[in-house]
């Protein structure tokens, strides 16, 4: 009679044992707004379903896509990493009552990728915050913009957010003359007006545990997400800076032609 119990108790451990292991997931929080800009430009909150798309083909990848600053503070609980695809990001991040929050969150860690104007902040003292935050930072007060055809070509080959892809020319409206952290590592580089400029970036953040950033400057034309090369350099970032692995072959990032349709032409929305 005695034996029953521990007979129970050897099976029971056996089917624990058997059972699968839920699966882990890693929370992803990319954050758009309205275009404010004619239409095929700054198409913030389709880029992000985008970036979405692609990144729900890696196994345990929880994407969550939120026009603005998400009012819900649940929407950040166990985020692995933050996108933004948006306005100037170092506003949108400390340039208002979500600054709490925003560092709050960096500072355990959370990665940070940063998309085109995103690399933006104001003068002052949140630009050089945001200077320290993403390891680069972009103001018309000392960089530039211009619209060209170059070749993004890789500048750190050996980094996993190069991996599957290679340089291809690709027509983006490039923002140059950032300012940067010394320890930024360039990642990407294009000649633009013929000088060469790094393009991308990544930053790991000292004051952080063990945080990671990205800025990429590409992203004024939605219709380069369609660049497969484009694609990839991306949500390669954004899992590196989500502390995943990325594959020898880059993260899949698999789109079709109606993935990148847009609705009717509307008036941009400021």
């Known amino acids: 009679m005695k034996r029953f119990p521990c007979l129970s108790l050897v099976l029971l451990c056996w089917l624990c044992a058997g059972a699968p292991a839920a699966e882990k997931t890693t929370k992803v929080v990319l954050i758009g707004k309205d275009r404010d800009h004619p239409q095929g430009a700054h198409m913030y909150m389709y880029d992000c379903e985008i970036m979405a798309r692609c990144l729900r083909q890696t196994p345990g990848i929880e994407p969550v896509v939120s026009n603005g600053w998400p009012k819900d503070p ?12 948006t306005r100037m ?17 960096l500072k355990q ?12 902040a104001d003068m002052g003292e949140i630009g050089e915050h945001y200077l320290h935050t993403l390891g680069g930072w972009f103001n018309t007060d000392f960089s530039r913009y211009l ?17 599957g892809w290679k340089d291809y020319d690709l027509r983006e409206e490039y923002y140059i003359q950032l300012r940067f952290m ?29 945080g990671r950033s990205f800025g990429f400057v590409g992203g004024h034309f939605h219709d380069n997400f369609a660049e497969k090369p484009f694609r990839q350099a991306v949500i390669n970032g954004i899992l590196w800076t989500a502390h995943l692995e990325v594959p020898e ?22």
């Open 74 to 85: 649940e929407v950040f609980k166990d985020v692995k990493a933050i996108v933004l695809d």
């Open 89 to 105: 990001g170092g506003n949108v991040l400390f340039g208002g009552p979500q600054r709490r929050q925003a560092e709050d969150l």
């Open 109 to 120: 860690g959370v990665g940070l990728t940063a998309i085109h104007w995103s690399t933006g």
């Open 147 to 163: 619209v060209q055809k170059s070749k993004v070509r890789q500048a750190d080959p050996a980094h996993p957010i190069c991996r």
């Open 182 to 210: 010394r320890e930024s590592k360039p990642i990407m580089k294009a000649v633009v007006d013929g000088k060469d400029y790094v393009i991308g970036w990544t930053y790991e953040r000292p004051d952080s545990k063990e």
């Open 249 to 270: 072959g880059g993260a899949p990032c698999a789109i079709t032609e109606k993935d990148m349709e847009l609705p009717p032409e509307l008036k941009p929305k400021n």
